[in-house]
């Protein structure tokens, strides 16, 4: 019964939508991906993954399940005003679900509103662009490890873009994360968070962004626990332009307290007894070079490193680091070969076994083959078809983390997997 009233109130939606569409200028735009897939034991594929680094490291040939977003976006504005002040609603649903079969029960499928806001600029009496609600607030991904790793601020506020600053533009985000699980003195316990970034500056041949945040939550209380005051802060930045015949991007970031982990999901409730959370801090450094398209070839580099303190007296260190690179060999415009391999490592102070030993350093690696056909000759062109041979292998210390997500290998220290998938957007 809810799927039948969840897709009759989508269908009333975009009925509605449609008998506006004369006035409202609609676009339209969505992505999709999944695939179906097997593990060599004769199970459903299992996605293999070094827990605890984020995003999905070499993720061609290890996405498992489905996931869609449907966007619709707005523009109130008449043609008269085509060039003058505007406002812009938009909405974007997501959809995922574990690709078992065709009708799955509820526990593995989601319909979801990431994005509901209205946007509006272009005012003779105000510079920028201004924004209220719900939407993806972020900036440049790692593709290959499926990672939105600068910036990542995506959640519920306020704010400005594109205010003219020196040879750039400014903008400025009022971000409020609340805890939706937990009622203290202060009701839903909040993480707020003031968003600075300074985009475009040229630095020579290349342009540098800058990001800055500064994030806090207050102290409350329910009947079993004392939450003190958190906050904390971000400094980052970010050179990119072409460089080596192809285009290069170098992100530095430092975060610490509740931005310990460079994002608005940092916690809005620290109990009294965590005495490290304020004092935790991370250090990454990113590096992504792609070389789209010579006569046959593109490639795809990545490299990124952390390094943390968990800000506790003892067994505080932290650190991973992984390096990926997906060669594409175009044999005709249509037709590809597609390969990835990496390697990452981490070693985590504080991760101790069921003995209380420390677990010590943990691998993952991973090598995939893709033929592919494309919808044109490039990285980026889409809509794509692939199929996989995909082979992982880890340190015996990582045993355990793997199994979590693919139990047919709890023994082991390698895993093989083979399917097919598409990826699309329009």
Not at 81 to 95: D, E, L, S, V
Not at 136 to 156: E, H, K, N, P
Not at 213 to 236: E, I, K, N, R
Not at 340 to 354: H, I, K, P, S
Request: proline share 4%; net charge neutral; aromatic share 14%.
């Amino acid at each position: 019964m809810k799927r039948v009233k969840a897709w009759v109130f989508l269908f009333v939606l975009f009925m509605s939508i449609s008998s506006f569409s004369h006035a409202l200028n609609p676009e339209f735009t969505g992505y999709l991906r999944g695939g179906t897939g097997l593990n060599l034991v004769g199970g459903q594929q299992e996605c293999f993954y070094n827990v605890g680094i984020p995003g999905n490291f070499l993720r061609l040939g290890n996405e498992c399940g489905f996931y869609s977003e449907l966007a619709a976006a707005f523009i109130h504005q008449t043609n008269e005003q085509a060039a003058g002040p505007y406002f812009k609603t938009q909405i974007r649903w997501m959809f995922s679900a574990k690709g078992t079969r065709q009708w799955e029960k509820t526990t593995d499928r989601d319909i979801s509103a990431i994005e509901a806001f209205v946007q509006a600029g272009k005012f003779a009496e105000v510079p920028g662009e201004y924004w209220v609600g719900k939407r993806f607030y972020r900036d440049v991904d790692l593709a290959i490890f499926d990672w939105y790793y600068f910036a990542d601020m995506s959640g519920v506020g306020a704010g400005v873009e594109g205010l003219p600053l020196g040879p750039g533009t400014f903008s400025l985000a009022h971000l409020i994360q609340a805890n939706d699980s937990l009622t203290t003195s202060v009701g839903k316990p909040v993480l707020q968070a003031l968003d600075l970034r300074w985009k475009n500056l040229p630095v020579g041949h290349q342009r540098l962004d800058l990001w800055g945040v500064y994030a806090w939550a207050p102290a409350s209380h329910d009947a079993s626990t004392q939450y003190v005051a958190s906050q904390g802060s971000s400094l980052a930045s970010k050179f990119y332009g072409s460089w080596g015949e192809g285009h290069n991007t170098l992100s530095f970031l430092y975060g610490q307290g509740a931005m310990k982990d460079l994002n608005i999901y940092g916690s809005s409730a620290v109990p009294a007894t965590d005495s490290g959370a304020n004092r935790a801090w991370t250090l990454r450094v990113v590096e992504d070079w792609k070389k789209d398209v010579t006569d046959t070839w593109a490639l795809m580099l990545a490299l990124a490193a952390e390094v943390g303190d968990n800000g506790t007296p003892t067994k505080k260190h932290r650190e991973w680091q992984g390096v990926g690179v997906r060669p594409l060999y175009y044999v005709t415009d249509r037709f590809q070969w597609v390969f990835e391999a990496g390697y990452t490592r981490l070693r985590n102070e504080a991760e101790v076994d069921g003995n209380g030993k420390a677990v010590g350093e943990r691998g993952l690696g991973r090598i995939t083959l893709a033929p592919q056909l494309s919808f044109g000759k490039g990285i980026w062109s889409r809509p794509v078809l692939r199929a996989y041979l995909s082979h992982s292998f880890w340190t015996a210390s990582n045993r355990s983390y793997v199994a979590s997500a693919a139990p047919s290998v709890a023994e082991k220290n390698a895993g093989t997997s083979l399917g097919y998938q598409f990826e699309a957007w329009f």
